[in-house]
């Protein structure tokens, strides 16, 4: 009986490994699978024979009794695994919640619910992408929230739209929404709803035009100071950034959910002045963001709509502690307006990093019924450094009497303007940096403009604090450290564990 | 009743560590963890390296090369965690194989099942006994995952994830281990059906292009493996919760029910 346990283990064993070294069922394989399993049978039922001694009415009705008890648990258990199966009950213990949905994901997920014209929005999953789990467990999420359909396919079977992804990006997750697909990427959260949104917003999502033309950042450059990233993240967001040339126009286009003036650094032409004027008063949406050098007859526009950007620059000493090298220029922001939606979901834990940047401060009402916000605000220790060339070339600078110090100084602005036409709305920002390639993905940075673009274009609801992406560190353990790790712990332990086990030996045989 | 427990799961316990296959096993389970840890950690430290000389720049090595999937949590978290499984499956039936059949290869099985002790108490101090030396292992490995959680702030809640599966994965195998050495005489039948049940079980990817879609799909259900993964990942899910524990109380019952049906004998 023993021999034919034994045998019976090597055989699976055999018929197991053979699968896992080939890759393959081969005869062999299954022929010592079935072997095996067959003599292992044979050895319990030989084992079984002990039981042979049931003879008696009490031993039989025992067996029997023991037998239902053993039925019924079992069905038990195979319900209790379906209902939880079914109950889908999950806790996400990692440390970025990785597999909970953030608030961003959630909200366009109601939305999609919502929708007046509700198409199938489809996740569609290539090649087998559900059998790694951490794709199995962001889909449940999604499954749970969102109405989307997920559809498991070989790439052979691709629809076309989706099959000319695959061939271009390296993804096994597409969402498509009609005939129109967009690739996810590596598969994440941010990758999944950036996907979602782009489906959705490529039809409906609004128009943000980039005014261009006055030495203002180049949408396509992905350079340093370009605006490459930020036309990217306003795109996962479902909005469509189009440049726009204010000096070849008459108007600015009437389909245009916000206007963007990334800090031009000459005068704007009288013609296009009126131009946004005109646009402001039949309830334009205008976004711009001024660099502290920047001089331009835009200043006087915004003053007219009750802004004052003073020609200074902000500096403080304690407000960059966090980067490697501390400048006073260099600020790093976390107190917020927080009665203003732009800013309703920032707090104290979520900073802005502005490189260099002006005061905005909200003046005056231009009209009674108008509401005007300070947005962002400077440490209390900030001042407004008025030698703007002295600041920005690096000579030393300290707070001089007459200059804007001694309190959090506002860079930021916002204010809505009902107007026969419509209701105006304008964001103002001291800092264009922080906005470019460069900077935009720090800290919070991306937030704050793209909570401003959404509340231009009154998707108040969409203001959120998008989900970081995290991963792992990776950076590798030194090979001196890994080797102490080795010696002390890996080596250590079942040395001790051994001479412990020779100390019970000893006792035991003497 | 508790305090009958209480001396029941202490004898136990003495005698478990009495014996030197208690820290034998336990010496082959912590060695084994720490030697296939370290593989992997200087795989690992080699894979980053291979990834960052690729742009060697005037700054040194850049990080942006690495590709996302590429990190501590892929490369060391999880392969470690599933050796670390498999080692378990390994090692404990090596314990379990002696804790009822060594009663009967001494004869004292006969005393035991004659005392006024009921079934069930006897069942449950063994068992517990066995949990509790699992507990033990899975302890002393923690180690390991845990230089890797500090070092990479995945987080201690995503370590009490993965000990949490480790903890049910390694309850439902020795009490599946205790089920099948309630069942014989010999210790080497015992422990090579604890090895053959979780074996069969473990992973039914190579029977799944034979299958349909529907059975496949079951089968992955049935898998042990798979129950596992999720856990790794930081998550607990309940069904993995329920399917262990599922499979624990199934080895209690056949447990209860092969002593029960002894003694009537």
């Known amino acids: 009986m023993r021999f034919l346990a034994a045998g019976g283990m090597v055989m699976l064993l055999s018929g197991i490994g053979a699968y896992y070294a080939v890759g393959q069922v081969s005869l062999f394989s299954t022929a010592n699978l079935l072997l095996g399993a067959a003599l292992l049978l044979a050895a319990g039922v030989l084992e079984a024979r002990r039981f042979r001694g049931f003879s008696g009415r009490l031993a039989r009705s025992l067996a029997l009794r023991w037998g239902a008890v053993l039925a019924a648990t079992f069905g038990l258990v195979v319900l209790a695994n379906l209902l939880a199966f079914r109950s889908g009950l999950t806790l996400d213990l990692t440390v970025a919640r990785q597999y909970t949905l953030s608030e961003q994901s959630l909200t366009l997920c109601a939305e999609l619910a919502d929708a007046e014209r509700p198409e199938r929005v489809e996740l569609l999953l290539f090649d087998d992408a559900l059998l790694a789990d951490d794709v199995r467990l962001l889909v449940a999420a999604y499954r749970a929230a969102c109405p989307i359909e997920t559809r498991e396919l070989s790439s052979a079977d691709a629809p076309p739209a989706a099959a000319a992804l695959l061939q271009t990006y390296d993804t096994a997750l597409v969402v498509c929404r009609a005939q129109r697909c967009e690739h996810v990427g590596y598969p994440s959260e941010q990758n999944i709803t950036s996907a979602l949104l782009r489906v959705v917003g490529e039809e409906l999502g609004p128009l943000v035009y980039f005014d261009v033309g006055h030495g203002e950042a180049d949408l396509a450059s992905e350079r340093d100071h370009g605006f490459s990233a930020l036309t990217s993240a306003l795109r996962n967001e479902g909005m469509r950034p189009r440049a726009f040339v204010g000096a070849a126009s008459q108007d600015v286009p009437d389909d245009a959910a916000v206007l963007v003036l990334g800090s031009p650094e000459r005068n704007l032409l009288p013609a296009e002045l009126d131009a946004l004027d005109r646009y402001l008063q039949r309830g334009g949406r205008l976004l711009v963001m001024l660099e502290p050098r920047a001089r331009t007859n835009l200043v006087e526009l915004l003053e007219r709509w009750g802004f004052s950007l003073p020609d200074a620059v902000l500096a403080d000493r304690q407000s960059s502690p966090l980067l490697e090298e501390p400048q006073p220029l260099a600020l790093v922001v976390n107190r917020f307006g927080s009665s203003h939606r732009v800013t309703s979901k920032m707090s104290s834990r979520t900073m802005v990093l502005l490189p260099t940047s002006r005061p905005v401060l909200a003046v005056r009402k231009p009209q009674a019924d108008d509401d005007l916000a300070e947005l962002v605000y400077t440490s209390p220790q900030a001042w407004a450094e008025s030698d703007v060339e002295a600041a920005l070339s690096g000579r030393e600078i300290r707070p001089d009497p007459g200059e804007l110090a001694g309190g959090e100084l506002p860079i930021a602005a916002a204010g809505r303007y009902p107007r026969p036409g419509g209701e105006a709305r304008i964001v103002v920002i001291g800092d264009r940096d922080f906005a470019s390639n460069r900077w935009i993905r720090s800290l919070y940075n991306q937030d704050l403009l793209l909570n401003a673009v959404l509340w231009l274009a009154e998707q108040d609801t969409r203001v959120t604090i998008r989900p970081k992406a995290w991963t792992p560190d990776t950076q590798p353990l030194p090979l001196g450290t890994t080797l102490s790790y080795f010696y002390s712990l890996a080596l250590a332990l079942p040395e001790l564990l051994l001479l412990l086990g020779i100390h019970a030996w000893y006792r035991q045989t003497s | ?265």
């Open chain 2, 1 to 265: 009743m508790t305090l009958r427990l209480a001396a029941l799961f202490a004898k136990e316990l003495r005698s478990l560590f009495a014996s030197p296959i208690a820290y034998v096993v336990l010496t082959a389970y912590v060695a084994l963890s720490g030697v296939y840890f370290f593989q992997h950690l200087l795989n690992y430290n080699r894979l980053l390296f291979v990834f960052q000389g690729e742009k060697l720049g005037s700054s040194g090595f850049d990080s942006g090369t690495i590709p996302l999937q590429v990190n501590s949590l892929n490369e060391l978290f999880i392969p470690a965690a599933n050796d670390f499984s498999l080692f378990l499956l390994a090692v404990l039936p090596l314990v379990t194989m002696r804790v009822f059949c060594e009663e009967r290869t001494q004869g004292t099985d006969e005393l035991l099942l004659t005392t006024p002790l009921r079934t069930w108490e006897v069942v449950l101090a063994k068992h517990a006994t066995t949990y509790f030396f699992v507990m033990i292992m899975i302890a002393a490995s923690a180690i390991y995952p845990a230089i890797v959680v500090t070092r990479s702030q995945l987080g201690l809640e995503h370590l009490l994830a993965l000990y949490l599966g480790q903890l049910s994965y390694g309850v439902a195998i020795a009490a599946i281990g205790l089920a099948c050495s309630s069942l014989t005489h010999s210790q080497l039948v015992a422990a090579m059906i604890a090895y053959a049940i979780p074996f069969a079980l473990l992973d039914f990817a190579w029977l799944e292009p034979q299958l349909s879609e529907s059975a496949a799909a079951l089968l992955r259900e049935v898998a042990l493996l798979g129950h596992l993964q999720s856990f790794t990942r930081g998550v607990i899910e309940l069904r993995h919760i329920v399917y262990f524990a599922g499979g624990t109380l199934l080895g209690l019952v056949v447990s209860m029910a092969s002593l029960e049906l002894a003694r009537a004998r």
